[in-house]
Every structure is written in C-alpha cells, then in structure tokens.
C-alpha cells in the first residue's frame, strides 16, 4: 500500500473517531437535559429545508456560497427551525453546529428503523 494510500486511511479513521466523540459528547448533553432530543427530520421539514436553500445534498452549481457557508448555514436553520422551542443562543457554536449536521445526516440514514 502507497504511503499517500496509508495517510488517507489514517485520516479518514481519525476523522470516524472524532465524529463519534462527537456524537458521544452531543448525546451526553442530551442526557443532562442540555440540548433537545435528537431526530429525523419529516418530510415537510426537508422540503422547508430546500426550499431554504440549505440542503448540502441539493446545493445548485450555480450557488456562488462556499460549501463551508452553506453547511453553517444549514445547521443554523435545524436548529432554528426544527427546535424553536430550544434557546440555542448560548450553546458553543461548535456543539450547535454538529448538532444540526447531526440530524441532517439521521435525516438521510438508509437505516429507516434507527431512532438515532
């Protein structure tokens, strides 16, 4: 195996490490009562998210956003949008931001009998 071969698989479980840290930490504040419960979002809701022009998915080439902008700007709209009820003001921008990436990628699980 290449060494750039052998890099790109480090990376790649490094980056799986991390996000289930990630989702370990996201689910412990869930826990404690620190964020919302997590979960799909409804058909409707995908719908709002595209016609928000948000979903990662469905970004037109067009769109002069950056990838970056446009995967901030969706997380910022979950939550905003699917969790009104949830004051996410004062939560550490990077829990909020995995937050809403975290329930677009439940969204879009092929698993249809996970909860999360």
Do not use: C
Request: aromatic fraction near 12%; charged fraction near 35%; hydrophobic fraction near 35%.
């Amino acid at each position: 195996m290449s060494e750039e071969k052998i890099e790109q698989k480090d990376a790649e479980q490094e980056a799986k490490e991390l996000y289930e840290k990630n989702r370990e930490h996201v689910l412990e504040l869930v826990a404690a009562g620190k964020l919302p419960e997590p979960r799909k979002l409804n058909r409707s809701e995908r719908r709002r998210l595209d016609a928000a022009k948000v979903n990662l998915f469905k970004i037109e080439t067009n769109d002069p956003r950056s990838y970056f902008v446009i995967k901030e700007d969706m997380a910022d709209w979950i939550v905003d949008n699917i969790y009104p009820e949830f004051d996410f003001d004062n939560v550490e921008n990077n829990v909020a931001s995995f937050f809403g990436e975290y329930i677009f990628g439940l969204s879009y699980k092929n698993d249809i009998t996970a909860k999360n």
